[in-house]
């Protein structure tokens, strides 16, 4: 699969983020769908399940958070081999017992994003996705 046929779907409730992770990502040629919170969130893998190739996901956000939202779709069984990245502002104390409850999350990023790391695990589970 082409870089333009991965699909990167990217939760936050910052404009001024998502377009600056979208900006880390631009060279790559992947494709991506934005959603503004937890709700939004499910919604968009409802829609694109089984074409979405990674999920960037706020930790802090209204209406559902980063981890409602992972909760949320494992429950119902969405989503569960997609990799995911989860993004955070303050490191959460439960990420290890996280792992255990939330399909395939792959990393938690602390913001601010460095670019060159961000970069690097975003192609290495892109990668991994078939």
Do not use: W, Y
Request: proline share 5%; charged share 25%.
């Amino acid at each position: 699969m082409n870089n333009d046929e991965k699909l990167i779907v990217i939760v936050d409730d910052s404009e001024v983020i998502r377009n600056g992770l979208k900006n880390c990502l631009i060279a790559t040629d992947f494709r991506f769908i934005e959603a503004v919170d937890g709700e939004d969130g499910i919604e968009v893998v409802k829609k694109h399940d089984g074409k979405i190739s990674l999920l960037i996901i706020d930790l802090n956000m209204p209406k559902l958070n980063g981890i409602e939202m992972m909760e949320k779709l494992a429950v119902n069984s969405l989503g569960n081999d997609i990799p995911k990245i989860l993004l955070t502002s303050e490191p959460p104390q439960e990420f290890l017992s996280l792992r255990s409850r939330i399909p395939n999350l792959q990393a938690v990023m602390m913001k601010p994003i460095m670019e060159a790391k961000f970069i690097s695990v975003v192609q290495k589970l892109i990668n991994q996705t078939p």
